[in-house]
C-alpha cells in the first residue's frame, strides 16, 4: 500500500486587499500547495472577486468578523477536508510566498508541528519598515519569549505553516470569541509552545510597502496581540 499523500492548503485570510490579493496569488509557487483559499472577511471592495480570478478558492463571511475569525474559517475547512498542513499568508502582499518553502519543508520533511515567519530570524528583513513598528515588534517579541520561554525573534509575522493534528488536542482551543481579531496569531503560538510541541522559526521577509499595508491600529490592536499572553500567564483564558 502507498502511502497517502500530505495534503497542504495555503490560507490568505483579506480585507479590502483589492490590487493586492491577486497579486498575493500569482506569487505562490506552483505545487506549492493542493489548494490556495482566501477568506474575504466581508470586504468593501472587489476583493472576492480577484480573488477568484487569481484562480483561488473563496470563502466569503457575509459580516466583517476579524482576522482571527477569517484564519478559524480556513482551518475549519482544513479539517473538514483533511489537509495535513496548513500555511498562513497574509493578503497584503508583505509576504514573498516563496518563503514558505522552506516552512513547508521543515514541517512535511523534518517533523516540526509548529513554524513561525521570522523578519529577524537571519538578521532584519523588513524593507521599509519605519522606526515605529521596528522597535515595536522587537519589544514584542521579547516580552513572548519571557512569558512563553520560546527564544522567539519575531512572534507578529503573519506567516507560519503547522500540522492539523495539533488542533485536534483539546488544550488548544481557536473556537473562542475572545479570539476573533488579532488575538488568535499570538494564541496559537503561545499554545504550541507550552503544550510541548516542536516549534521552531524560519525566515520570512516582510515589505512594507509605501506608507505601509498593515491594518493594525497603535494602542487598541497591540492590547489585542498582547492580551493572550496575560490572560493565559493569568489563568485567566484557556
Known amino acids: 500500500m502507498t502511502p497517502r499523500q500530505v495534503k497542504t492548503i495555503v490560507v490568505i485570510p483579506a480585507f479590502d486587499e483589492q490590487g493586492k490579493i491577486g497579486r498575493v496569488i500569482a506569487k505562490i509557487p506552483p505545487g506549492l500547495a493542493d489548494q490556495v483559499l482566501v477568506v474575504d472577511d466581508c470586504s468593501n471592495d472587489d476583493t472576492a472577486r480577484e480573488a477568484e480570478q487569481a484562480g483561488a478558492f473563496l470563502i466569503r463571511h457575509q459580516e466583517n468578523r476579524?482576522?482571527?475569525?477569517s484564519i478559524r474559517t480556513g482551518i475549519d475547512h482544513a479539517l473538514a477536508n483533511d489537509y495535513d498542513i496548513v500555511a498562513i499568508l497574509s493578503g497584503d502582499d508583505q509576504h514573498d510566498p516563496?518563503?514558505?518553502?522552506?516552512?513547508?519543508k521543515l514541517v512535511s520533511d523534518e517533523g516540526f508541528d509548529f513554524v513561525q515567519g521570522s523578519r529577524r530570524f537571519a538578521g532584519l528583513d523588513a524593507p521599509n519598515i519605519g522606526w515605529f513598528r521596528r522597535a515595536s515588534t522587537w519589544f514584542y517579541a521579547q516580552?513572548?519569549?519571557a512569558a512563553s520561554g520560546f527564544p522567539c525573534t519575531d512572534a507578529t509575522n503573519g506567516g507560519r505553516v503547522f500540522r492539523t493534528r495539533?488542533?485536534?488536542?483539546?488544550?488548544?482551543?481557536?473556537?473562542?470569541?475572545w479570539l476573533n481579531t488579532y488575538e488568535l496569531e499570538p494564541y496559537l503560538l503561545y499554545k504550541a509552545i507550552k503544550n510541548g510541541l516542536r516549534v521552531r522559526e524560519a525566515p520570512m521577509k516582510v515589505i512594507y510597502h509605501g506608507r505601509g499595508t498593515s491594518k493594525m491600529r497603535p494602542v487598541r490592536d497591540w492590547w489585542r496581540i498582547f492580551k493572550p499572553m496575560i490572560f493565559l500567564v493569568l489563568g485567566l483564558k484557556k
Open 66 to 69: 476579524g482576522v482571527g475569525a
Open 143 to 145: 516580552v513572548f519569549r
Open 166 to 177: 495539533i488542533l485536534r488536542d483539546r488544550k488548544i482551543d481557536l473556537w473562542q470569541e
Open 98 to 104: 516563496n518563503d514558505l518553502k522552506e516552512m513547508l
